[in-house]
Each structure stands twice: as structure tokens, then as C-alpha cells.
């Protein structure tokens, strides 16, 4: 759950207290390690005693461990106001209605969401309070699911999400915005493409790297750009929309089973892999960049069918992976494993006969590529056709996270390895694909004349 201020006890509010700093003081803290300035936060539930946590210029937040103290001192006060000022979101007939269910995540944090000194703001009124465009777009219904970090979503979140989304289909919304934790927006993504099929109007997944508190934040954009998606775009598929270039200028949609967040804290960080991105959105335009998706049609039904086993393993293979691990997987009741492998999609020798032992007890195994980009091609070296004569079925380029997922909603329709297979194979939402975009992965890497020329601008 979303941390909770506790107030701090036992020797961190004493070393403040000895000092004579308050909690939202400006201070300035001379330590063994260096000096620090920044504002002294709320503690939060999951906080120790021995650290202090000041908020710093850039945004981050620092644990300063009490005993590493040697002097503080009180430069200023500012004390954060948590209540967003709510205001009634008014309702236009003529506008767009869309539904947004929250999970939790930076994006549901008003202030940063380490500190505990949070509050979610998803009710209309404060979402309208913070984010006024937003009544430019549409008429907004709030409903608050869950309030974790994406790291605690999981199967049991993925259906429950699934079901309420075909409930308010059922009502009749234009489209729906879920606001989740950016960590692990893409798994939930592939589980909802799976889950939902069908959607007669654009499902659309947003969150923010950066707490809205802070100058970068962009959950404000994010949630213009997904709530004018959810709204007016021609796109009814499960996506992701986030930040596109590093600067403000777009969004991008990302076809849910094609998306991955590729940086731990830049706010483009989402990125369609293996595939063209869907489209680019501004505050007033769709930019189409594909032709081949579901188009909103009110009139489909949209089908939902919430399944998983949650007995689904990836291991994300490395060299002198020992087989033990296997073994621990099929003496733990694992009924389905994907495998990262090397290149190609490779893993060492000794791992074959655990591999083996998987197809006798019926654990399918699949076999995916670390380097995300490109297929498993198996044929090519012997190796890879003796892992496919012990059973293990390669995935096309369907990404790790995305097979796992689908294994996890195979598995969890049928046992029947046959059946399982077929499944896995039968491509949904474009999660295997017959090309990928030839010089896609080379984008900003050099190898394409004209990233050869943007690259000598640098290197004169
Ligand atoms: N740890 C957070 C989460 O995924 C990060 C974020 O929201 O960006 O829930």
C-alpha cells in the first residue's frame, strides 16, 4: 500500500529533536560523509529508525543514517500542503465519457511516493484540481482499484482489473484510462490484451516516471494525452501511453503486447519493440503510424476472460546456469516455464536433461530472446535443435515478460499441453509478428544514414 506518515520515533526523532529541526525544516546536515541540503520529510511506514530523509534539490529523496550526523542546522521551513484543492468536475453532454480506474504508482503520488508524505488523487474533484485540462476532454468517472506499486501487481489484480473493465464497457464509456506504476505497466499491459479481446473502444494504460511535486513531473501530460486517447482516438486496443521524445513536444500509444520500459528514470522510457509504436498524440491530434489495429466500434462486444495460473515461472537464463534451478521449479509444482535464453535463444548443455525431464512431466517450456529485438531461431545451430527435441518450443518475437504472461493465461484455460501450445502460438494483439521494422533497433545507435549524420554532429 501507498506509505502512510508515522511520524518518527526512537533515535531519528531524537537526533532532530537534540538539533532542534523540525520535520519540513530546510536543512542543511553536516555528516561523516558529507554535507546534504534539502528538506527533512515525513518518515514513512516502511522507514527505519536510524535515517532521516530529506528531500534534495534535483527531487530525490536520501536516507541519512542518524549515527553519520554531525551537525544540522534549520535553514528555512515548508511545510507541504497534502489536499489538493477539489473542484466539482463539471459535465459537458456533448463531451466524450471516459472511466479511469487507479492502481497506485508514482502517478497516483502527489508528493514523492518514497517519502509516505502522499496522497492519492483520483477522486474527479482532485484530479480536476490538479489536472483542470482534463475537463476540456471529457466527462471523468474516478474509481480507485487498488493503491500499490506496480511491483505488487499480479495476477489476482490483472483479473479483478479485467472484470471492471468489461463492466464499464457494459455501461457504455467511451474509453478507459488505468493509472498504474510505470515498473511493470507493460506486464499488466500484456495481461489485459490477453483478458480483454475485443474492446469496442481504446483501453488505455498511463503512469508517470516523475511525482507530480517535481518540475519534470510528467503526470500531468501523461494524463492529458491518455484521457484525449481514451476519448477521440480511432485506436481500440489495449496500450500504453507515454512520454514519446525527452521533451514534452508528444506521446506515444504502444501496442500492449509490444511495449517495455527501457529506462530506470528518463520519462521516455517506454518503448514499442520489435514494432513500429501505433501512433503519436498530441493535445489535439492522432498521428497515425500504423493502419493495421482494432477501430472503435460501440456497437462490438467486448469479450473478457480472466484466467491465470499463477504456477508460471521465466528464468532469464546467464552462463553457468546450473539445472538445480530447474529441478527446483518442477519439485515446486511449476506448470509452465519460459525461458530469456542467449542469441538465438540458447541455454548450456547441462540444463538439457532438467529441460528434458519438463516435456516428460508435461511443463511446457518456452523459449524467448534476451536480446528482445529479433526471433528465436532454433534450426540454425545444433544446439538449439537439440533443446527443441527435448520440447522447447520457440515463441517467434514475442517478448520474455509478454510470454510469460500469456503462458500464465494459457495455462491457466487448459493443462493440455497441445491446447497450451496452441494458444501460445495463435498471435493476439500483434505479440508475434511476421517482421520487425528492419533498422528499428538501431534508432540512435548509428548504423543508418540518418543517425550516421545526427551522430557526426556530435563528433566533429
Ligand atoms: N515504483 C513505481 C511503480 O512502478 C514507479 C512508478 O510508478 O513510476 O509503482
Not at 514534452?248 to 519493440?273: C, N, P, W
Request: charged share 25%.
Amino acid at each position: 500500500m501507498i506509505n502512510v506518515f508515522k511520524g518518527y520515533k526512537g533515535r531519528a526523532l531524537s537526533t532532530l529533536k537534540e538539533f532542534q529541526m523540525r520535520v519540513w525544516g530546510d536543512a542543511v546536515i553536516k555528516t561523516t560523509r558529507g554535507e546534504f541540503s534539502g528538506i527533512i520529510l515525513p518518515r514513512s511506514e516502511n522507514d527505519d529508525d536510524y535515517h532521516i530523509v530529506l528531500k534534495l534539490k534535483t527531487g530525490y529523496n536520501v536516507g541519512i543514517d542518524v549515527n553519520t550526523i554531525t551537525d544540522m542546522q534549520e535553514v528555512g521551513y515548508r511545510e507541504a500542503h497534502y489536499k489538493i484543492p477539489e473542484k466539482d468536475f463539471p459535465f459537458s453532454p456533448d463531451k466524450p465519457r471516459v472511466k479511469l480506474f487507479g492502481t497506485g504508482g508514482t502517478i497516483a503520488s502527489r508528493l514523492d511516493y518514497r517519502t509516505g508524505a502522499v496522497i492519492p488523487a483520483f477522486s474527479p474533484g482532485e484530479l480536476y484540481g490538479a489536472v483542470p485540462e482534463l475537463a476540456d476532454i471529457c466527462n471523468l468517472e474516478t474509481e480507485k482499484l487498488f493503491a500499490v506499486f506496480s511491483e505488487n501487481m499480479g495476477p489476482k489484480e490483472y483479473m479483478k482489473l479485467a472484470v471492471a473493465i468489461g463492466d464499464e464497457i457494459a455501461r457504455g464509456v467511451d474509453g478507459i484510462v488505468i493509472g498504474h506504476g510505470t515498473d511493470t505497466l507493460h506486464h499488466t499491459a500484456a495481461a489485459l490484451s490477453y483478458m480483454i479481446q475485443k474492446s469496442p473502444v481504446p483501453i488505455v494504460l498511463v503512469g508517470s516516471q516523475r511525482s507530480s511535486d517535481r518540475p519534470s513531473s510528467d503526470a500531468a501530460l501523461n494524463l492529458i494525452h491518455a484521457t484525449t486517447t481514451a476519448s477521440r482516438c480511432e485506436i481500440a486496443e489495449v496500450m500504453v501511453c507515454m512520454f514519446g521524445p525527452t521533451s514534452d513536444e508528444y506521446a506515444l500509444l504502444h501496442q500492449g503486447t509490444r511495449v517495455r520500459k527501457m529506462h530506470s528514470s528518463y520519462r521516455s522510457t517506454f518503448r514499442t519493440i520489435g514494432d513500429t509504436p501505433l501512433a503519436m498524440v498530441t493535445r489535439d491530434k492522432f498521428t497515425y503510424l500504423k493502419n493495421d489495429f482494432n477501430r472503435r466500434r460501440k456497437d462490438r462486444h467486448v469479450e473478457i476472460k480472466p484466467y491465470f495460473e499463477e504456477k508460471v515461472a521465466m528464468v532469464y537464463y546467464y552462463p553457468n546456469m546450473m539445472p538445480d534451478i530447474i529441478y527446483s521449479l518442477i519439485d515446486n509444482g511449476y506448470k509452465g516455464i519460459v525461458i530469456a535464453g542467449t542469441g538465438l535463444g540458447h541455454v548450456n548443455k547441462p540444463l538439457y536433461p532438467a529441460i528434458r525431464k519438463c516435456f516428460e512431466l508435461k511443463i511446457p517450456v518456452y523459449m524467448t530472446v534476451q536480446t528482445l529485438w529479433g526471433y528465436v531461431h532454433m534450426f540454425v545451430y545444433d544446439t538449439g535443435r537439440d533443446l527443441m527435441s527435448s520440447g522447447v518450443i520457440p515463441t517467434g518475437n514475442m517478448l520474455p515478460e509478454v510470454a510469460y504472461i500469456k503462458l500464465g493465461w494459457a495455462l491457466g484455460q487448459s493443462s493440455d499441453p497441445a491446447t497450451v501450445k496452441e494458444i501460445m502460438l495463435n498471435p493476439v494483439c500483434h505479440d508475434i509478428t511476421e517482421k520487425e521494422p528492419y533498422n528499428g533497433y538501431l534508432i540512435y545507435q548509428g548504423g543508418i544514414p540518418e543517425v550516421e549524420e545526427f551522430i557526426r554532429k556530435f563528433h566533429k
